[in-house]
């Protein structure tokens, strides 16, 4: 029988983020303390009907442009529907522009970030794993990325959890209401974005750790547990 895991993918075919070695490091190490396996890979062909379903979350780590091939489209979305589960982080918003139900499972599009600034996240709801760890209203340094609508407007059951206070740095374009954390479900499935994670020092920062882990946490709720060390491939 294969353990239920978690699969870090980080393939870029656009922009790479310099943050991906020490993102896929922390959410190895955050998947072992909740007693899951971590594979770490870059190869398309991971994306397979037997082995998404040894998977108890797929992360997309900042991965850019088209970087999966059809096959695996539509695996990963038989997956998702199926009752699996997905975070995306940061970049991750920029992936797959040619794959319509990415667009409509994240609800939106990346539009663009002013440059890297302190600014403040409002935590408006911290019931929530990934929420309930971080301060109403947090201090942070990051890209704010600006999407081309509201996730909401998408439809279906998104819930956004925290939102950029545009009053607190420069180049935001969604004014006093600028989601940067949501969550769904999608069928029997769950899918969690943040937009933030730009920097390599973020993946070492315990605020952000334990808001990713608490991601994790929600993601994985109800998969089997495995516990192998992490590898790569």
Known sequence: MTTADVLIYTRTAGYRHDSIPAGATA??????????????????????????????????????????????RAAFEAYLRGGGSLLAVHAAANAEPDWPFYGEL????????????????????????????????WDWTDEWYNFTSDPRDSGGSVRVLAR??????????????????????????????????????TYGTPVFRAHLRGALTWLTAGHGSGGSPARSS
Request: hydrophobic fraction near 35%; proline fraction near 9%; aromatic fraction near 6%.
């Open 164 to 201: 950029a206070d545009e009053t607190t740095y420069r180049g935001g374009t969604h004014g006093a209401d600028h989601p940067l954390v949501w969550c769904r479900g999608i069928d029997r499935g769950r899918f969690f974005f943040t937009a933030l994670g730009h920097a390599p020092e």
């Open 106 to 137: 994240l609800g939106t599009r990346f539009d663009g970030h002013p440059e890297i600034q302190p600014g403040t996240v409002l935590v408006d709801d911290r019931d929530h794993p990934a929420t309930a760890p971080l301060p109403e209203r």
């Open 27 to 72: 959410l190895a190490e955050l998947a072992a303390e909740l007693g899951r396996a971590a594979e770490v890979t870059e190869d398309p062909a991971a994306f397979t009907p037997e082995r998404l379903a040894g998977c108890a979350a797929v992360v997309l780590l900042s991965t850019t442009g088209n970087v999966l091939t059809p096959e695996g």
